[in-house]
């Protein structure tokens, strides 16, 4: 494991006044193996996320979390999509939801947290082409 030293740390301090809280944090941080801290701070990032763009959730998946939509697939499916589709954004936004049996409205919400979070869900896509080639090649090698 490599420590980078030039990340700044910030320290927070908090005192947890609803019953239970704590010890659900702490569950959940052994549940994972992961620490305390990182939950908090994960549980935390995702907090403020999903209360900057409602209807976006986050959920456990091959590579990791991810954001997606609460009721329809995953943020960066959908940006992949509407990048694939041409003719004007609001017909790519209308022909995406059409396709993916969503309401237009929750395609503009998965595009305004692409539009915050664009590298986070370039990396996404990313990972997925990646995983999709190699599944090809694998199917080609097989036949």
Sequence with gaps: MTIDYNVT??????????????????RRAHQGSESISAVGERLIDEGLRMEAHPGVVFRNGPTGRRAGLATGPDVWEIVGLLRDLR??????????????????????????????????????????DEAAELELAVWENER
């Design 87 to 128: 003719d004007s954004l609001e017909e790519r936004v209308v022909g995406a939801a059409a396709r993916m049996g969503l309401a237009a409205s929750q395609v503009r919400t998965a595009g305004r947290y692409y539009a915050e979070f664009t590298d986070e869900i370039e990396s996404e896509i990313a990972q997925n």
């Design 9 to 26: 740390m910030t320290v927070l301090s908090i005192r947890f006044r609803r019953p239970g809280a704590y010890d659900r944090l702490k």
